[in-house]
């Protein structure tokens, strides 16, 4: 595999020029095979993909919103919607360029359906409808939170199952056993503030902007893991999550050095709060593994692609003779790579959507 960076050419009718990020395999594409084109639209990445036979990437084309977002200290979600409506078919375009076939190579259409920012997601599902029902071709609806934890077969062909995943994003973190394709067992689930979501608050309060996860872990190299007393949620006999209290608790504490005229060590609060979150991760992970006999576990996500995460969760497992599987990250965060493998094995079950698919905001896990 080889992994490039580039820029797309500008093309007529876009307001911007995109930057892209391509993880594509070298040589022919036109050889016998099932093209998937994959597209995500859930937040704030309009991305397109195609996938050969459920596992080679051709193309992986990403147009991020980040630098919009940015003033605004998160996704706006109207101005979301406005920029996948602007990119989307750009992107389309580039990804089958890059891949090396045409409309008519295609196999199938996958998209993310949901979950996600309903307005963001509807983009996507109707250009995949549109792009279906126009070239006669099936059309996969995908769960966004499915595509992250299949992200991990893109790289590692010789996973067996059951497997157990760790899933840590903004607005998800669940512990998820894979029985074998199209059958998951939720094990654990959040309770209120995903992992994600507490480092995009945390670093807010701490004037740090947007996206706040690598800002918190960049910031967090600088501190140490003690220099604050923070709480974790341990919820005894439950491998489910909360992340609520540990935000407060920062909150709190920013507020009463801000009462008290108290200078704060930033550096030190963002490495005690990270480690209060990766250690609560890491030691519920652990546990389900070993109950669960697991000898391989994934990690996918958004807040995969955070190093300290990957770190002490690999130290960890490999104390207990396990390994971790994590992609690589540009396949952690938002792209559609993911979506057209998860949509792949959906399409060998024959689980095809018909025309009236729609975005679904809220769609469980599972479900």
């Known amino acids: 595999m080889a992994l490039r960076r580039g820029r797309c050419r500008k093309r007529p009718g876009l307001v911007e020029v995109f930057t892209l990020t ?17 597209l995500e639209t859930s937040c704030d990445e309009t991305s397109a993909a195609v996938l ?19 003033r605004f200290g998160g996704v706006v979600p109207e ?26 190579d295609l196999t199938a259409i996958a998209v993310t359906s949901g979950p996600g920012l309903v307005g963001a997601l509807l983009v996507g599902v109707a250009y995949a409808k549109g792009a279906a029902m126009a070239r006669k071709l099936p059309l996969v609806g995908v769960h966004h939170i499915e595509g992250h934890i299949y992200a991990n077969l893109l790289t590692e062909r010789e996973l067996s199952f059951p497997l157990l995943c760790l899933v840590v ?6 512990l998820v056993r894979l029985l074998e394709h199209g059958r998951l067992e939720i094990i654990g689930s959040t309770r209120d503030d995903a992992g994600g979501e507490a480092f995009d608050k945390v670093a807010r309060a701490l004037g740090l902007g ?18 604050y007393d923070l709480p974790r949620a341990w919820l005894e006999d439950s491998y ?19 009462q008290r005229g108290e200078e704060i060590d930033k550096a030190g609060l963002a490495a005690s709060f990270q480690e209060a979150v990766v250690d609560v991760l890491v030691q519920k992970t652990c546990r389900a593994a070993r109950e669960s006999d697991a000898a391989t576990v994934l990690l996918a996500g958004g807040v995969a692609a955070n190093g300290y995460l990957r770190d002490r969760l690999r130290e960890a497992l490999g104390a207990d003779g396990r390994r971790l599987v994590v992609p690589p990250l540009i396949l952690c965060t938002d792209n559609a790579a993911m979506i057209a493998c998860a949509g792949y094995h959906r399409l060998m ?16 896990l599972g479900t």
Do not use: C
Not at 79 to 103: C, F, P, Q
């Open 240 to 258: 489910d999550f909360s992340f609520s209290g540990l935000k407060s608790a920062v909150l709190n504490l920013l507020n009463r050095a801000k």
């Open 210 to 227: 947007y996206p706040g996860g690598p800002l918190i872990e960049k910031l967090a190299r600088e501190g140490t893991i003690d220099a």
């Open 52 to 70: 050969k036979d459920g596992k080679e990437i051709l193309s992986n084309v990403i147009s991020s919103q980040i630098a919009t977002h940015q």
């Open 169 to 174: 994003s903004g607005g998800h973190t669940h």
């Open 22 to 38: 391509l993880f594509s395999l070298r040589g022919p594409a036109r050889e016998a095979g099932r093209f998937i084109l994959g």
């Open 79 to 104: 101005i979301a919607s406005r920029k996948h409506m602007e990119n989307i078919t750009g992107v389309v375009d580039s990804a089958l360029e890059e891949a090396g076939i045409g409309w008519d």
């Open 349 to 364: 079950r024959g689980e095809t959507a018909a025309v009236d698919l729609n975005a679904v905001a809220d769609w469980p």
